[in-house]
């Protein structure tokens, strides 16, 4: 996805809302894996693995082959906040 693509939008869930305000998302031959950067009203940060199949989100597990990785890695290095946020992880 081109950075110029996204657009900042609303989320909410049980326990909270806020705004999605990053996101990498790549394109494969079935779907969209993304990793959205979650804030939070409350300010906190959060990060959510998910997809996108036919435009629609889908909340559902994130699966991905190793053929998936590249695309979505450059995506990822294109996003600061993800980036470091997920550097922390590995």
Known sequence: MKKK???KRRFQLRWGG????EEARSK???????????SFDSGEQ???FCYYHDGFYQGGPLILSESHLA????EVRKNKTIHDFLKKLI
């Open 71 to 74: 695309g979505l890695r450059r």
């Open 46 to 48: 959060s990060i959510r």
């Open 5 to 7: 693509d996204f657009r």
């Open 28 to 38: 494969t031959p079935y779907h969209e894996p993304s990793i959205q950067l979650l």
């Open 18 to 21: 806020g705004w999605i305000t």
